[in-house]
């Protein structure tokens, strides 16, 4: 009897000694995000990015889709990036499978450092006027990458953080503006991604507003988008990361007089393409 007594208390000291030594690894990893976390790129790394743009009218039906997607490598010869293998594929109901895309040639081979502006004329030289959602994956991973290393150091769990030089009306290459009203950043807590610890990062801007006006057609309208971030523990790289965004526009063609309503939502993944590292 005493000796099952003394078991029950050397397993009850043992589980309590390993639920403590877990929750203290717990408040390390949630007290605060490492400020002296340094970007470790040892080689190239590549991502596949894919962004389905849902065309619904104001109840919701949908009108048709397309998918715009490429591979996307950082840290190459002098730190430069490259885009290759941008495709855009187009289907009309809403389960209805993306057949395989039509290539984007202009795209193929892009290259430039990732501290270029991307905001202006010059930078998508080649590109025809039109080719905004090929832009987009451009803008889209610039902005991917601000928020997952520009501000780490300033995020406090569960507490929303304003970035103010994120905040601003910004020209979107000769091609319109694009209006920031707010930017919400907040560390939700601590996950885990492609095998690694991870800080989990929320980003959150409403009430945008949109105007372009190119070759093909004139748009003006609102823009919402969100998503999260997963950025390595380990060496800083993003892991993983997910867009949302619904924009209400309105839509004139050449030789039309009035502007359509509609509304476009956007869904994108940002996958870490492990196998080709």
């Not at 203290?24 to 007290?31: M, T």
């Not at 996950?191 to 372009?212: D, G, H, T, W």
């Amino acid at each position: 009897m005493r000796m099952t007594l003394v078991l029950l208390a050397f397993s009850f000291l043992f589980a309590y000694n390993c639920m403590a030594s877990e929750s203290d690894v717990l408040d390390k990893y949630l007290s605060s995000l490492p400020g002296d976390l340094q970007l470790k790129e040892d080689g190239p790394q590549s991502y596949k990015f894919t962004c389905d743009h849902l065309n619904i009218n104001t109840q919701g039906d949908l009108i048709g889709k397309h998918r715009v997607y490429g591979e996307y490598t950082r840290a190459l010869t002098e730190g430069k990036v490259r885009w290759k293998n941008v495709s855009i594929a187009r289907a009309v109901g809403f389960d209805d499978p993306f057949p395989e895309g039509e290539k984007q040639d202009y795209m193929e081979g892009f290259t430039y450092n990732p501290d270029s502006d991307s905001l202006k004329p010059e930078f998508f030289q080649g590109f025809p006027a039109t080719a905004i959602d090929a832009r987009n994956l451009v803008w889209d991973t610039v902005m991917f990458e601000g928020f997952a290393w520009s501000y780490l150091d300033k995020l406090e769990l569960n507490r929303t953080y304003y970035p103010s030089e994120a905040v601003g009306e910004f020209n979107l290459a000769g091609a319109g503006t694009f209006q920031n009203k707010q930017i919400e950043l907040t560390w939700l807590g601590i996950s885990r991604m492609n095998e690694e610890p991870c800080a989990l990062i929320q980003y959150r801007a409403f009430l945008n507003k949109l105007n372009v006006s190119t070759e093909g057609f004139d748009i003006r309208g609102g823009s919402h988008y969100w998503g999260e971030i997963w950025v390595s523990l380990e060496d800083k790289q993003i892991e993983h990361a997910t867009l949302y965004e619904n924009v209400v526009v309105e839509t004139k063609m050449p030789g039309q007089e009035n502007w359509q309503v509609g509304t476009v939502f956007r869904r994108g993944v940002f996958q870490k393409m492990i196998d080709e590292e």
